[in-house]
């Protein structure tokens, strides 16, 4: 069983287009996050999910919404995508007091 | 806010040598401390983690790593490398716990082994 699962592992999509990125733990996590690696492969985190409620937004352009049907999903979805959004997108979990993290292995989004 | 410094962009070893990379940290307290492992087209590999207790801490695939408080440093170190430890390492810093701060990762250090 995979902890963190994300789907699609690869997306190539117009500029332009609106897409979303699908994430699912089954470690009954309370805390889901969103990180971006960019093409020099620094991570940075984009937006923290507690309960359903935002916790954090790193100035992200509200271009990208996160959306979060339960505590087990959080959905990141982007509109009028820009060649600059290109990158690896990483889904997250945790919880208070766990000390650790568990990462999916991430979607690599290419806007062409 | 925390922020994490990883000083070296590449590093260059020799396959069986020893390795040394470096992390600082810079945060109020002592935060809990991580190195992650991704190699190339590949997700994050957890190595090690330091929360308190002993600061010299074992993690996977021969890898440690020592917190030392009076140097804000988590530097990670292995006796022998191999040529599949050729990867990206990160260093990250967690201050809120596994709550809402989540991790602060440094740049990375690309590391090459070089037979």
């Known amino acids: 069983d995979t902890a963190v699962s994300q789907t699609p592992k690869y997306l190539v999509t117009q500029m332009g287009n609106d897409k979303s990125i699908k994430c699912e733990q089954n470690l009954g996590h309370d805390t889901m996050y969103w990180y971006k690696q960019d093409s020099k492969k620094f991570l940075k985190i984009m937006f923290s999910?507690?309960?359903?409620?935002?916790?954090i937004n790193e100035t992200v352009p509200n271009r990208f919404s996160p959306k979060s049907p339960d505590k087990a999903h959080l959905n990141l979805h982007i509109n009028s995508l820009e060649l600059g959004d290109s990158a690896v997108y990483f889904c997250?979990?945790?919880?208070?007091?766990?000390?650790?993290?568990?990462f999916g292995s991430g979607t690599r989004l290419t806007v062409v | 806010a925390q922020s994490v410094t990883q000083p070296d962009i590449h590093i260059t070893v020799s396959e069986g040598a020893s390795l040394e990379l470096r992390c600082n940290y810079s945060?109020?307290?002592?935060?809990?401390l991580f190195w992650y492992v991704q190699s190339p087209g590949q997700g994050l590999q957890l190595l090690l983690k330091?929360?308190?207790?002993?600061?010299l801490v074992q993690g996977i695939k021969g890898f440690e790593a020592e917190f030392k408080r009076s140097q804000s440093s988590f530097n990670l170190r292995k006796p022998s490398v191999h040529w599949s430890d050729a990867a990206e390492y990160f260093c990250a810093v967690d201050t809120s716990g596994g709550g809402a701060d989540g991790l602060t990762f440094g740049k990375g250090t690309h590391l090459i082994i070089q037979p």
């Open positions: 945060y109020g307290a002592t935060p809990y």
């Open positions: 997250a979990s945790s919880q208070q007091g766990y000390y650790g993290y568990t």
């Open positions: 330091y929360f308190s207790g002993d600061t």
């Open positions: 999910y507690n309960n359903k409620e935002l916790i």
